[in-house]
Each structure stands twice: as C-alpha cells, then as structure tokens.
C-alpha cells in the first residue's frame, strides 16, 4: 500500500489476554517506530528498529510488552497478561532516515475491559 | 535520550492571527532533526515541517515557519493567517539517529 498499515483498527480485549498489533511499513522504509498515545498525551516512545533489531526498546513498560520485526519490513507489537492500563492507541510510524518525516498508520485502538 | 518540552498545554489565536507555538530541546548529539506534526480530532498525526541541526535557514512550508535558535535550543513553529482549521494538536519532535521523541503537545483554538 501507500501508507502505513496498522491492524486492526480496534481492538477489545479481556484483562489476562494476550494480543498482537500489527504494523505494515512504507515499503523502502527501514526504520520503524512504535508509540503509545493516551487521551490528550503526545505519543510516548515505546520501540524503535533499524532494519530487523530493535535500536531502542527503551520505552517498553515492562517485560510484558514486546515487538517483532523478523524480516525488516512488517511488525508486530505483543502484550501479553494485559491490564486496564494498557489501554490507549498504539501508533506505529515508518521513516527512510533521520532527516525525513516519520509517516503515521491510522493506529490501534486497545481497550482492556 | 534526547529530551522534547512543550510549555503551553493550551493556546488561543483569532482567525487570520499569527500564533507561535513553542518548543525546547535537549540532546548532547550535534547530528539531529526538527519536527513538527499536526493531529486533528480524527487522530491521524500529519507531518508539518522538519528542521536539520545544520540547517543555516529557518524551514517554511506555505503558512508555517520553524524558527529555530540552536543557542537556545529551541524550535518554535509559527503559523501565520490562522485558519478554522488549524485548530488542533500540535507535537513537536526530535529524532537523533533516527530515534524519534515527541513532546506533550499544545491544543491549539482558532476563534472565528
């Protein structure tokens, strides 16, 4: 596609669960960032890969937060036992370098009931 | 890590006012980059203008300007002849080696 791709849109899961996010980047772009944005916050840092490793997981909450990106291209953000806090939108942005903008997806909608 | 602060959690302007939004930074890299992005209500985060840390010139892009006083550390986005709707978020952000932090953000009102 032309854009960022993030599925699903929403997601409603139960506390405990586990669940995946899904990121598809601009095709080209190597790096690829993930975010986490409560209401009326700026997007908190979670992740950032550089090709296939993770440069940054500085910003994952605990060890129950945890992404993939096995190929270099599409990846994939997975919570594990999750709890009510976990509930925001989860961002995920694609970029060629540094000096170039980041592109946005539409992001997912977690809810933890 | 690099550090992004925004100061005004909330600003005002008249419709066809200038405003200027303000951001600080800190970061120790010399080597670094500038952003600003724009998030309507619909959430989506569209990019504005980008500022290089070797840039001689303040960036502009139609109704916005980035001025930038490296001493300062600062990167203030000025948005002229405001329009209904430019009302908004407004995230500043830093990417050094392509790590990518943003500030709070300032909600920005334009008044008709």
């Known amino acids: 596609g032309a854009g960022v791709s993030q599925t699903p849109s929403n997601k409603v899961t139960e506390k405990g669960k586990y669940v995946e996010l899904r990121c598809d980047p601009i095709s080209g772009h190597t790096a690829l960032y993930w975010y986490r944005q409560s209401l009326g916050q700026g997007p908190e840092f979670l992740i950032y890969f550089q090709g296939t490793g993770a440069a940054d997981d500085s910003g994952l909450p605990n060890d129950r937060f945890f992404a993939v990106r096995p190929e270099g291209s599409v990846s994939t953000l997975k919570i594990q036992r999750t709890e009510r806090g976990d509930s925001a939108v989860y961002l995920c942005?694609?970029?060629?370098?540094?000096?170039?903008?980041?592109?946005f997806g539409q992001g997912t909608r977690l809810t933890v009931v | 890590a690099q550090k992004i602060t925004q100061t005004q959690p909330g600003m005002f302007v008249q419709e066809k006012e200038a405003v200027t939004l303000d951001c600080t930074y800190d970061?120790?890299?010399?080597?670094?980059?500038l952003f600003w992005y724009k998030q309507p209500s619909s959430g989506e985060m569209i990019f504005l203008i980008y500022q290089g840390s070797y840039d001689q010139q303040n960036a502009t892009e139609g109704r916005y300007s980035l001025n930038f006083q490296k001493a300062r550390k600062s990167a203030n986005l000025v948005i002229s002849a405001s329009q209904l709707g430019d009302s908004a978020m407004y995230f500043c952000a830093m990417s050094v080696n392509n790590d990518m932090r943003f500030g709070a953000g300032t909600r920005l009102t334009v008044k008709p």
């Open positions: 942005a694609s970029s060629f370098s540094s000096d170039r903008e980041a592109f």
């Open positions: 970061t120790s890299d010399p080597s670094y980059g």
